[in-house]
């Protein structure tokens, strides 16, 4: 049996990252939500996010932990081998979306924006495949496209966005009428048109591959 011992890890419980079986994240924060941390009062002490490669079991902490500073759930994109993390600022009021690519041990801004242009911080997310960050709004049933372009999609109802790839969009559907059913609904990246729609789930493999499983 190899065992490893993480040292300094004793709060932080590793989750591996979805569409990938080789890279897990441990993140401590004492609050779950970017908004939570008004609550502060500008004494929040900072998320804590590290990487772990698996098997080699080598830590990256590519962000280092600052004081009023909160750091999403990163995303993973499969194709180049790097996580998208969304960064607010509350020292600045700016939000960030940063690209890590751990073979480089680089970081680096792939945008910046006033806390005043992305509103409330409820549902501001990055997706893949490229990285792009979108703000949904449950109320209305629509997604803002925040960078690096600039749109609204009007979506049905219990519709969610799942990923893009090759200028199209993947969204998941559930319907209750009443048993639970789930719809895979892929539309246009540019129009947001319905081009296909499917009885059943998405899945995103480790190998990028997209498993539609239905009836």
Known sequence: MNIKIFKGFEEMYPERMDETDSWYYT??????EAYEVLDYKNNYPGTRLC?????????????EQEKNVFLERPVYDHKDNSFG??????????????????????????????????????????ITSPFALVKYHIQRETVDFLWP?????????????????????????????????????????????ILERSPGY?????????WIMTK
């Open 27 to 32: 993140q401590w924060t004492p609050c779950s």
């Open 51 to 63: 990487f772990i490669e698996y098997p080699s079991g080598k830590v990256f902490q590519p962000i």
């Open 85 to 126: 993390i969304i960064r607010y600022d509350f020292n600045e009021e700016i939000v960030q979306a940063l690209i890590f690519k751990p073979e480089c041990s680089s970081v680096k801004i792939l945008t910046e924006m006033a806390f005043t242009k992305v509103g409330d911080m409820v549902n501001l997310r990055l």
């Open 149 to 193: 372009k600039e749109m609204n999609i009007q979506f049905e109802e219990n519709e969610s966005l799942y990923f893009q790839s090759d200028g199209k969009l993947y969204t998941t559907k559930w319907i209750e009428d009443p048993d639970y059913r789930e719809e895979a609904i892929i539309r246009d990246g540019e129009t947001g048109q």
């Open 202 to 210: 998405l899945r995103r493999m480790p190998d990028d591959s997209v």
